[in-house]
């Protein structure tokens, strides 16, 4: 029912292949990718580091949640780590669901909740320098 | 005890592994949270500082032993 | 940067492909699937009828109305015609944007406003019978 | 004047274009829709029935002419 995991590379159909079932009439796929701006500042790249054993149990503890929430058929949650460029996919997290309401409510709710609580850290690396995302106020 | 580092903890500490002294006789998340201050201070102006125990966030007052796996959970980033 | 078609099969790459670019941070892509239950009946195959002209022309629309809400890098829509079975894909709207929050709200509006005016009709074929969706009240 | 026709309209006439007599002398949205009620009374059932002059919605007022393309819309189920 549930796909959570943590690759180097993301790949969007299989999330779609996990999600696919004659049971639903709605999925809905959220993917998080690598912007190459960050708060006026040209990104070169980004390096994406895990908690890995946590990672997977805070993904897993998120979609129970969801699982509780909404009515769904599937649910998928794949992050990605290491090195990443620009336009690259880091995230992706889907549900397919009987009716549109439920997959769209759902989605949200998972990419919300990981950002959250998922022990998962960014590095943007600018031309002079390289900041931990949200580590300081 | 044995703490596991991330992001930018690790790169404060300059390892991935911190020992913590038996003599410093922390037994509690809060207790772990100030001497980790006095010894680095750059950990205070972090936006936030969890500490994870078996994979699950602590509470301060939760009890520290040998026996979990305790990790360092500076602000996350995913996503 | 806006991919409006209809066709025979939907191709869920060619539409995150189009999708994609550096400047978004967020994929958000809906995909809508011949469920094999409608209203307690089983559902052999479907067959969808589009006034192919006026259907493009209407998508074109919806699009034109999300560009102007929403803050959007790149903006798709796909619909299938001709017979479908119970699990494949019949629509696929998506879009990219800088934040998440305008993925959501876009996508979500990209499929309720096609839903309503776009001149597509599905017909469901039950084991017994045959039903134009919601021709009658 | 020929209105071209789809889904359950399609099957309620049994063909793809219907062909409007000229006597009729039929100029409105409105007179369309009224005529096609006495001649197809299975179109009065239905949900919805609208209307389009070269693939715009059109009005009951809209006056029709033989130079646009007009159509039959019944209740669209797409998505």
Same mark, same amino acid.
């Given at each position: ?68 929430? &909404?009515?769904?058929?599937? !649910? ?7 090195? $990443? =460029?620009?336009? @690259?996919?880091?995230? *992706? ?15 949200? &709710?998972?990419?919300?909740? !990981? ?7 960014? $590095? =943007?690396?600018? @031309?002079?320098?390289? *900041? ?6 | ?79």
């Amino acid at each position: 029912m549930m796909l959570i995991k943590i690759v180097e590379h993301i790949d969007l159909n299989e999330a779609y292949a996990h999600l696919h079932t004659p049971e639903a009439g709605a999925v809905n796929l959220f993917v998080g990718t690598v912007r190459n701006h960050s708060k006026g500042k040209e990104v070169m790249h980004l390096d994406f580091e895990a908690y890995e054993t946590m990672a997977l149990q805070q993904m897993q503890h998120v979609a129970d949640a969801a699982q509780q929430k &909404f009515p769904l058929c599937k !649910l998928v949650m794949i992050h990605a780590v290491g090195a $990443k =460029e620009p336009g @690259e996919p880091v995230v *992706v997290v889907g549900v397919s669901s009987a009716h549109r309401d439920a997959s769209f409510e759902a989605c949200r &709710f998972l990419i919300d909740e !990981l950002k959250k609580t998922v022990p998962i850290w960014k $590095k =943007e690396f600018y @031309e002079d320098n390289s *900041v931990w995302v949200n580590a300081h106020p | 005890m044995e703490i596991l580092l991330f992001g930018i903890t690790r790169e404060i500490v300059g390892k991935q592994k911190l020992p913590v002294p038996a003599d410093q006789n922390i037994t509690t998340v809060k207790a772990l949270k100030t001497w980790l201050g006095q010894q680095y201070p750059a950990m205070q102006s972090l936006s936030s500082l969890l500490v994870a125990v078996d994979s699950e966030y602590a509470q301060d007052d939760d009890v520290l032993n040998g026996e979990n796996e305790i990790a360092l959970i500076p602000p996350v980033s995913g996503g």
